[in-house]
């Protein structure tokens, strides 16, 4: 880690609902692909070519520059054993580590929990977006969860200031640990307080904010935005989190892919120009990660739920280029249709856990993975 790296950050964006591998990065130099793709395949002359083989979505576009700048790692065939084409269960395996048994702890948790051990700060972890991701849910472990920054607050409807500290105050002794009688009552109590304190923390982020980039109107740009003003604010948040929704692309593809793309692509370019203005983008790494690929063959206008994917690692930090081998798609080297994995992405969350953030990386993914150095 160099000196410059004085604050490690790591911000996690989640598409979900399967993100098309093959129509994200594509091999164009294979004619297989098009062979497979009759219906919703990308045209040579449209792709942003990487090298001879693959290129970039034209949807993209953000992401290519930022890719030229030196500033991306495309992680190729990154999957875990033994798929499973369930969004929940995928879903639950890339957020507990745990391809085999059902996981009862988050891996960020882990990280937020060995971050800061006596739960210290209730903003080491912060999720922009509804309900908490199991990635970040751990027993004892605070984390906040935000919908939106400006309207983010416990009883902010109540008015004026003395009627909502008179609400707070019977809320507080309602969950006060004084009053438990039980683990149940503790946890609720302690999970009030966190609240309490969380919300009048990051009430006061976008007041020491102000920006020249102008985010575009999606919910991902919202949320990104919301992630800068947090950041700005120095209020020792360590780890993001927030997902970009509308993956699962069953049918008209041809339309939604390059749509969702354009959002999360210029959504992360803003959010890294934001960081520049800011002097903070060489402590922030973005890591970009779906459930699973879909199936190698469409289905006429669309693909369904396949294996073997593909990650972003976006940021100053990052040793650009491509990473791991993209996935054969002759028929032979298929599993039941989809691709196959080679990456296994407790490697890539563990070097980013050791690598980046400074942490056992086994403590976290819950063993020693290959890494691939792309920090």
Same mark, same amino acid.
């Given at each position: ?120 700060? $209730? !903003? @080491? +972890? ?7 991701? *199991? =990635? %970040? ?16 607050? $416990? !009883? @902010? +409807? ?7 500290? *008179? =609400? %707070? ?19 609720? +109590? ?8 969380? =919300? ?21 740009g919202k949320n990104l935005q919301g ?30 892919h390059p749509r969702l793309w354009s ?41 369904d739920h396949g294996s073997g994917g ?66």
């Amino acid at each position: 880690m160099t000196s410059t790296q004085k604050d490690p950050t790591l911000v996690v964006i989640q598409l979900t609902g399967g993100n098309d591998y093959l129509n994200t990065v594509i091999p164009y130099g294979d004619p297989l692909y098009y062979d497979n793709r009759p219906n919703v395949g990308i045209s040579q002359d449209q792709v942003l070519p990487i090298n001879n083989h693959v290129g970039f979505n034209p949807a993209l576009a953000p992401i290519k520059e930022l890719y030229d700048s030196g500033k991306v790692a495309v992680i190729n065939g990154i999957g875990y054993p033994k798929p499973n084409r369930s969004h929940f269960r995928s879903m639950d395996i890339w957020h507990t580590c745990e391809p085999d048994k059902i996981g009862d702890e988050g891996w960020l948790g882990r990280v937020i929990r060995d971050l800061d051990p006596k739960g210290e700060n $209730v !903003l @080491t +972890g912060l999720n922009f977006g509804r309900g908490l991701p *199991r =990635a %970040l849910a751990v027993n004892g472990v605070p984390v906040a969860s935000v919908a939106a920054l400006e309207k983010y607050g $416990v !009883l @902010t +409807g109540i008015a004026p200031d003395l009627e909502r500290n *008179r =609400a %707070l105050d019977i809320f507080a002794r309602m969950y006060g640990p004084e009053l438990g009688t039980g683990p149940v009552m503790d946890y609720l +109590g302690q999970t009030g307080l966190d609240a309490l304190k969380g =919300a009048d923390i990051l009430k006061t982020a976008p007041l020491r904010y102000q920006t020249g980039v102008e985010y575009a109107e999606s919910p991902i740009g919202k949320n990104l935005q919301g992630i800068a003003k947090v950041l700005v604010a120095d209020l020792g948040t360590k780890i993001f989190y927030t997902q970009h929704m509308g993956y699962d692309t069953h049918a008209n593809e041809g339309p939604v892919h390059p749509r969702l793309w354009s959002e999360v692509s210029r959504a992360i370019s803003d959010f890294y120009d934001d960081l520049k203005e800011h002097n903070v983008a060489e402590n922030v790494l973005m890591f970009v990660f779906t459930e699973f690929g879909r199936r190698v063959r469409d289905n006429g206008s669309g693909t369904d739920h396949g294996s073997g994917g593909m990650a972003l690692v976006i940021g100053d930090p990052v040793k650009a280029g491509l990473y791991g081998e993209y996935p054969s798609l002759k028929d032979g080297d298929l599993i039941e249709g989809d691709l196959a994995y080679n990456v296994d992405f407790r490697g890539v969350y563990g070097e980013m856990v050791e690598t980046w953030l400074g942490l056992d990386p086994v403590s976290v993914v819950g063993g020693n993975f290959e890494q691939l150095g792309f920090v």
